[in-house]
Every structure is written in structure tokens, then in C-alpha cells.
Nanobody, 119 residues
Framework: QVHVVESGGGLVQPGGSLRLSCVASGAIDIINAMGWYRQGPGNQRDFVAIITSGNTTNYADSVKGRFTISRDNAKNMVYLQMNSLKPEDTAVYYC?????????????WGQGTQVTVSS
């Protein structure tokens, strides 16, 4: 089993910054990719950013230029640096870790961390 835990959420004013962290632990041989998704009130869970094992990154258009994803392969961790935050960034942010298992690739979700952008 793979366990995924996010941290770093909180309340921040518009224009401020936050750094989210996510760590994966458990029966992990290979992590293919780690990504961030978010779900605002009454909304579906949307893609935010992803980083592959080769450090290729991809971002949602709404966060390009403001958010940066990075990872520490040795620690099985991924980070999301969020700058110039806007009220519309308010959401629960979830980490998804895609792991190669003997049965194939599978994604594991954390419980989420709340980010609130408000004055």
C-alpha cells in the first residue's frame, strides 16, 4: 500500500505565497509522476500541475507563471510553490502519486490540504 500526505495549506491574502508539500511512503519501487489537483467549493477536481520522474513539468493554463512544481526523488516528495495567489485559487489541493506496481501503474491520492486566499 502507498500512503500520500499533503501539508502546507492555510489562509493567505491575495498576492501572497504558499508552498505545499507532499510525501509518498509505503511499498514504492518506482514513482512515475507526482502531481497536484484542486477542488473548489461545488467544483470538480481539476488538474493543476504534474512532474515526471525525468522532471518534465506541465501546468494548467490558470496557474502558468505563478505556480512551480518540483520534486525530491530521494525523499519521494513533491512541492508546489504558489505565488501571486488569487481568491479563485481557493480550494482543497490534492497530491496524486503514480506508482509502478507489479500489476501496473496506479495513482494514489492524499487527503488534501485547504488553501484559502482571502483578505
Amino acid at each position: 500500500q502507498v500512503h500520500v500526505v499533503e501539508s502546507g495549506g492555510g489562509l493567505v491574502q491575495p498576492g501572497g505565497s504558499l508552498r505545499l508539500s507532499c510525501v509518498a511512503s509505503g511499498a514504492i519501487d518506482i514513482i512515475n509522476a507526482m502531481g497536484w489537483y484542486r477542488q473548489g467549493p461545488g467544483n470538480q477536481r481539476d488538474f493543476v500541475a504534474i512532474i515526471t520522474s525525468g522532471n518534465t513539468t506541465n501546468y494548467a493554463d490558470s496557474v502558468k507563471g505563478r505556480f512551480t512544481i518540483s520534486r525530491d526523488n530521494a525523499k519521494n516528495m513533491v512541492y508546489l510553490q504558489m505565488n501571486s495567489l488569487k481568491p479563485e485559487d481557493t480550494a482543497v489541493y490534492y497530491c496524486n502519486t503514480i506508482v509502478t506496481l507489479p500489476t501496473g501503474a496506479r495513482g494514489f491520492w492524499g487527503q488534501g490540504t485547504q488553501v484559502t486566499v482571502s483578505s
